[in-house]
């Protein structure tokens, strides 16, 4: 069966090690969703406010979903040179906010410490891009469950990172920042060579094979969950965080087992193409099928050179054909779905970072409010991989437009935001769980819907730039509305006490008037994106009844 050397060269090259390592690659790229463990050390040690702190979640709400210039570099350079920009940008910016918080250096101003948090939450899209982007491109039909998977990594990484940082640095949540500052950046670094496009092959057991690497993380997320339960009602010693770590990473690399099967099972059918002389490989019936169809695309493609980008713009392509960068900015499309993700990912973005300030006002302890962080965390991988895969199995078999899944995660968002406004006992760990599952599910489907109404030749860029109203939303809901109200509220509680803003360092409010009209205003917000998410289902309804991923097959040579 071959030399084991030549078998290990052909692993690492292989698009299911390139896998593996994108799992570990996006399994580092969350730590934007700790910022709700972390903002009370910087609110507290730097004498914040809550607007100000708002702010700065608001640049890193920007740093994280801006990643135009990301897209535009994967365009012009590989993929290494994009993860390895990504690998500094998010370690420096990450480092200089604990040099602050620990007051290492002297105290930065606001502007400073926004450009930090920008670059280091930046970071984490050079990681999209440079993973998630190529395992797309490596899996152009599985592209649905692709998604599901890699943005479910993101998603647990909150928690996984929080396991990490217990072992190593105990519970000191300073300290927590300095290793979102260094993990992800070797991650990175480690696996830059092993992430790259190679040619799609389709294998028949291919969903199968999704699914097993679907278990592993489902097993994973429980675990994580049970630890964050247990954590909760028992005082754990550093050794017991370390045992759970552990675990937590030998879990991280079953995946590598079942990535070397798959390869193993190729590699074995190479050698066995390579004995027959006589006959076709796989390869070669591949090239050999629908010749005609491949000579027409290169012909169309030699077509659409030739025209100016900017005279083409009103002349747009089929929906699932390649559109130019230009030509899905500019599409209605394009303009609905930024007004739904403005809607609902700048409400769940606001819910998601003031989590922490929400257990606080309410009177939760500090362990509790920990632990709705982790919880949020958690079910936003189940968001992800549960959009992922299901709506990639409604379509398949129903024909059902993804665009219409959107719509029923943003109604149950909704949920979400009013459960916070009108908060009952226990009821944020619902609102954990229901704000972590939308705003998880809500990715995984954009991604996804950029990809089949716009094509994958300037994929990098455009699903970059479909995720630029999220930072919009926000900063309008989050730093205009939400925080400017909670400072309102807790300004007239300092007055009913005598005292003004000068008279205290932090300005805390407390009760359940804190976050009332802020989260009915989110709650209608949302309402109103799931209202233009059903538009986008009415026009692309005759799109997703037909055979989406026909030309894939053509191309590919799969019947």
Not at 65 to 81: D, I, K, M, Q
Request: hydrophobic share 50%; charged share 15%.
């Amino acid at each position: 069966m071959g030399d084991p050397w030549e078998f290990a060269v052909h692993a690492i090259n292989g698009r299911w090690f390139s896998v593996f390592a994108s799992f570990l690659i996006m399994a580092g790229a969350g730590a934007t969703y700790l910022f709700g463990t972390y903002s009370k050390d910087i609110k507290a040690t730097l004498g914040y406010d809550q607007s100000t702190l708002n702010l700065l979640g608001f640049f890193k709400d920007l740093g994280a979903n801006v990643g135009v210039f990301s897209g535009l570099l994967a365009e012009v350079t590989p993929t290494w040179f994009v993860l390895l920009v990504g690998s500094a940008m998010n370690f420096s910016g990450y480092f200089m906010i604990w040099l602050a918080v620990t007051q290492k250096i002297a105290r930065p101003a606001v502007w400073q410490m926004c450009l930090y948090i920008c670059i280091g939450a930046n970071s984490q899209n050079f990681a999209n891009t440079g993973a998630l982007v190529t395992c797309v491109k490596n899996f152009p039909e599985s592209r649905g469950v692709m998604l599901g998977l890699l943005k479910g990594f993101v998603g647990l990484s909150g928690a996984i990172l929080t396991q990490f940082y217990l072992a190593i640095y105990g519970t000191d949540s300073k300290s927590l920042i300095l290793l979102i500052g260094w993990l992800p950046a070797a991650l990175s670094v480690i696996f830059v060579y092993t992430v790259r496009e190679r040619k799609p092959e389709r294998q028949p057991n291919e969903l199968r094979v999704f699914y097993h690497f679907l278990y592993v993380s489902i097993v994973l997320a429980l675990f994580l969950m049970a630890m964050n339960i247990v954590e909760k009602q028992v005082d754990f010693s550093k050794a017991a965080y370390a045992g759970s770590a552990a675990v937590v990473c030998a879990m991280l690399f079953i995946p590598l087992i079942i990535a070397i099967r798959e390869d193993w099972v190729q590699w074995n059918l190479k050698n066995q193409d390579g004995m027959k002389p006589a006959t076709e490989t796989t390869v070669d019936r591949a090239l050999d099928i629908a010749p005609e169809v491949k000579s027409e695309v290169s012909k169309e493609k030699e077509e659409k050179a030739k025209e100016s980008c900017f005279f083409s713009i009103c002349h747009k392509p089929e929906r699932g054909e390649d559109y130019t960068i230009l030509q899905a900015l500019l599409s209605m499309d394009m303009l609905i779905l930024f007004a739904a993700t403005f809607c609902g990912l700048g409400g769940s973005l606001t819910a998601v970072d003031n989590l922490g300030q929400i257990g606080e006002s309410l009177g939760y302890p500090t362990k509790t409010i920990k632990s709705f962080v982790s919880l949020v965390s958690i079910w936003n991988y189940f968001g992800r991989v549960f959009s992922g895969f299901v709506s990639e199995s409604l379509l398949v078999k129903y024909k059902m437009p993804r665009p219409l899944m959107m719509t029923f995660v943003l109604l149950l968002a909704c949920v979400g935001h009013l459960l916070i406004a009108f908060p009952f006992p226990g009821s944020v760990y619902v609102a954990s769980v229901i704000m972590g599952f939308a705003f998880g599910a809500q990715l995984p489907l954009l991604f996804a819907i950029i990809s089949e109404l716009f094509g994958l030749k300037y994929y990098s860029t455009l699903f970059n730039c479909g995720q630029l109203a999220s930072p919009l939303g926000s900063y309008i809901l989050n730093v205009k509305i939400t925080g400017h109200l909670y400072d309102h509220e807790a300004l007239k509680e300092l007055a009913k006490k005598g005292m003004n803003r000068s008279s205290v360092k932090e300005l805390i409010c407390m009760g359940v008037q804190c976050y009332r009209v802020p989260f009915i205003i989110l709650s209608s917000v949302t309402l109103f994106g799931a209202l233009i998410s059903l538009v986008l289902v009415m026009r692309t309804r005759k799109f997703y009844s037909s055979d989406i991923y026909k030309k894939f097959r053509e191309i590919h040579g799969v019947s």
